[in-house]
């Protein structure tokens, strides 16, 4: 219907936050969160630097507990849904255009898009009928496993270049 309500922006928010961040690291914790999460129980995984919108909550557990997290999606719904009970596709892609910005470190469209490109891999899939899926939770995949697995593959092509090579093939 050109709108998402809360109930399916908390399902992108929470298959986002498990993308973004591996919940057992403090250190990544700190990194985007710009707190201490040991000391001040904030800084969710998926929350903005310190100063922006959304960054803190009364985490029950410093690396991303479930009221943390739940908390930080309400804040986050606040402010991405601009007062209104829904997001439109113009604040929807301003919420997008925003992640991108907190979580690349230069301003350029193609880093933007690489990233985003490369969220949309760890939390949704192309279904049977040619639309986009949002992964089962047990699906998603970090951003570090998916840079894991592209080094994988680029590793074992490397390697069988070199194969090819050291055997006269082409």
């Not at 009364?58 to 986050?76: F, M, T």
């Not at 255009?97 to 969220?119: K, M, N, R």
């Amino acid at each position: 219907n050109g709108r998402i309500d809360f109930g399916e922006y908390r399902q992108i928010y929470l298959r986002l936050f498990r993308c973004l961040v591996d919940h057992g690291n403090r250190e990544e914790v700190q990194r985007v969160s710009g707190h201490n999460a040991a000391a001040d129980g904030r800084g969710a995984p998926g929350s903005p630097p310190a100063g922006s919108p959304g960054g803190g909550g009364d985490d029950d557990d410093a690396a991303g507990g479930h009221r943390g997290v739940e908390k930080l999606c309400r804040d986050d719904w606040v402010v991405d849904s601009q007062g209104y009970g829904f997001l439109n596709r113009t604040r929807f892609t301003l919420s997008w255009f925003q992640l991108a910005d907190l979580w690349t470190e230069d301003i350029s469209a193609e880093e933007y898009a690489g990233f985003l490109e490369d969220v949309m891999q760890c939390i949704a899939f192309v279904g049977p009928n040619g639309e986009m899926q949002l992964r089962e939770e047990a699906e998603i995949r970090t951003l570090g496993q998916l840079d894991q697995a592209r080094r994988e593959r680029d590793t074992k092509l490397q390697l069988l270049q070199d194969q090819s090579g050291a055997d006269g093939r082409v």
